[in-house]
């Protein structure tokens, strides 16, 4: 069988293949809008504060008031003090505390007062940590601004805080859970479900004896799933993050250079490990368990820095580290190929070495046929 043949042999068992669609396609198109949707909101609102006003000065008052426009926050009440606030937050009737001192209004146009205990105090439910973040900056900026407007009513020559600008987000610029998350996850998106897509093939196939016609044949089924690893990629790259309106398309030259090495590596791996399994059902047995180890081992929720070393060297061992570390920063963050070198050369490498071990299993398999 040439390698064209088998090129083309590949692509129609994929689409006529009801498992195999399932993985390679529908998989794809699902994970694209299901797991983005639960964070379109991207920042959580709505979270409900008890306050603790021991002074109920205007500086406080004005913190309250500002804390009720906004949107991340709402205040459904007063306590009288913080073992009543406590209670509320202990009930699930707030996510959490803010204490006010008797002393807040001097200490914030006299800064040489303060004393221990004096000043604001916020207590959160840390059980969800982007909702606790989330009131942690709302109330850190409600302060700044209120602060700020109490000492310029005192002194008109302190500058208006309303030309200040405190934070930028640089890459992420909605400084939103969705466009942080997402793209990180979409890698492992990518890479189980071609992983899982080339494996099941390839354990199939050796399950009814279907012969990979010997080496050129092999690399032809390998360009066939490396292609469709390519379209998936494409789709959300290109499509799905657009019409989610991720921040995307920083250097799409990078884009381009890095899919074919992520999508060859992973469907090398995937034909690997089917064929040595040699059953579509025990290989995905074994991968699907996979998918969350990786998640934390790609290096986003966690720096692969702060890892046992040990760890952090075998992450890169899946095609998913590199790559999020290659197209978060050609997509969002528009580096050079020059600056993802690092993370190039691994998928290269990668790729290279999971194509050998496949190709060399498939065409000896053959071979002792």
Request: proline share 5%.
């Amino acid at each position: 069988m040439t390698l064209r043949d088998a090129f083309e042999r590949t692509l129609i068992e994929i689409a006529t293949t009801r498992e195999l669609v399932s993985l390679a396609i529908v998989s794809v198109l699902f994970y694209a809008f299901y797991y983005p949707a639960p964070y379109a909101q991207q920042a959580a609102e709505g979270m409900n504060l008890v306050v603790v006003d021991q002074g109920h000065s205007p500086l406080g008052r004005s913190i309250t008031r500002a804390l009720e426009a906004s949107r991340s926050v709402h205040v459904v009440g007063e306590a009288i003090d913080l073992a009543a606030a406590e209670d509320a937050v202990l009930d699930r009737r707030a996510d959490g505390i803010l204490f006010l001192s008797r002393d807040l209004d001097a200490i914030a146009t006299h800064p040489a007062a303060i004393r221990p205990g004096a000043g604001a105090m916020l207590v959160v439910n840390a059980a969800y940590a982007v909702r606790a973040e989330a009131i942690a900056l709302t109330l850190a900026d409600t302060l700044v601004d209120a602060v700020a407007q109490r000492g310029r009513a005192i002194d008109r020559r302190l500058p208006d805080p309303a030309g200040l600008v405190r934070v930028q987000p640089l890459f992420n610029t909605t400084a939103g859970y969705r466009d942080y998350i997402f793209p990180a996850v979409s890698n492992i998106i990518l890479q189980q479900t071609l992983l899982f897509a080339s494996a099941r093939l390839a354990a199939e196939r050796r399950r009814r004896r279907a012969a990979f016609g010997g080496l050129r044949a092999s690399l032809g089924t390998w360009a066939a799933m490396t292609l469709i690893g390519i379209l998936a990629q494409s789709f959300f790259f290109g499509f799905a993050y657009w019409i989610q309106d991720v921040p995307r398309a920083g250097n799409i030259a990078g884009v381009v250079l890095a899919m074919p090495l992520f999508a060859g590596a992973v469907s090398a791996l995937g034909l690997a490990t089917g064929h040595a399994l040699g059953d579509g059902d025990a290989a995905l047995k074994l991968l699907i368990p996979t998918s969350v180890p990786l998640v934390f081992l790609a290096g986003f929720a966690w720096p692969l820095d702060q890892m046992p070393p040990w760890l952090a060297t075998l992450a890169w061992a899946s095609p998913a580290t590199p790559a999020m570390h290659l197209f978060v920063r050609f997509n969002q963050m528009g580096a050079s190929v020059a600056e993802a070198a690092g993370p190039l050369a691994v998928m290269a490498l990668l790729a290279a070495a999971y194509g050998m071990i496949a190709m060399t299993m498939l065409a000896r398999k053959t071979a002792a046929a």
